[in-house]
C-alpha cells in the first residue's frame, strides 16, 4: 500500500517479506549496482594478467581499466530502478541521467586528465634534479576510460540488474 507521498507505508511490509533490521539487503537497485561493481573490479584483476600477465590485487580498488566499474555500477542501478519503478518513473529518469553524466565524464573529462597526468609526469622526470619540483610525486596516470571500455561496463551492469532480478524473483522475492 503506498501513502500519499508514493512511500510505502510500514505498516504495509510483512515480516516474512522483509527484515526489520536489514531493509537495505532487499533494496534490489542497490545491491544490483554494488554487485556490479564488485565484478567489474574482480574483472579487472584477470584482464591485467591477461594484457600484462602479472596479477595486480591494486586492481580491486583502482580507477581505469577493462570495463568501467563507474559505467557497471550506474547502468545495474538504472536498470534495476527501471524494471523495479518502471521506465516512466522519476526515479528511471533520474538514474539514467546520472548514470549518463558518469559515463561521459569517464571517457571524456577523466580520459583526458589521465592523458595530462601522463604528460606532466614526462616532464617532471626531465627535469634537472636540483629543480624544486624534481622530487614531486607522480600523478596517477590511470584515470578514466576509453569507449570501449564504458561500454562494456554498461553491458556489465545491464546484464547484472537482469540476473539480479531473475534470481530475486526465483529466490522467492518480490
Do not use: C
Amino acid at each position: 500500500m503506498r501513502g500519499m507521498n508514493g512511500l510505502e507505508s510500514s505498516s504495509s511490509l510483512s515480516p516474512s517479506s522483509s527484515s526489520p533490521y536489514f531493509p537495505v539487503l532487499h533494496n534490489y537497485p542497490l545491491i544490483s549496482a554494488i554487485l556490479a561493481f564488485a565484478i567489474a573490479q574482480s574483472i579487472k584483476v584477470f584482464t591485467t594478467w591477461y594484457k600484462e600477465r602479472r596479477w595486480d590485487a591494486k586492481q580491486l580498488i583502482g580507477s581505469g581499466g577493462m570495463p568501467s566499474s563507474h559505467s557497471a555500477t550506474v547502468t545495474a542501478l538504472a536498470v534495476a530502478i527501471g524494471i523495479q519503478d518502471g521506465l516512466g518513473s522519476s526515479a528511471f529518469a533520474t538514474a539514467t541521467m546520472f548514470a549518463s553524466v558518469v559515463m561521459y565524464d569517464a571517457f571524456g573529462v577523466r580520459l583526458h586528465a589521465g592523458k595530462q597526468a601522463e604528460v606532466l609526469n614526462q616532464i617532471v622526470y626531465q627535469l634537472p634534479e636540483e629543480h624544486p619540483l624534481a622530487d614531486t610525486r607522480p600523478l596517477h596516470e590511470l584515470l578514466g576510460h576509453t569507449p570501449l571500455q564504458v561500454t562494456a561496463g554498461a553491458i556489465l551492469g545491464f546484464f547484472v540488474a537482469l540476473l539480479s532480478r531473475l534470481v530475486n524473483k526465483f529466490a522467492g522475492g518480490a
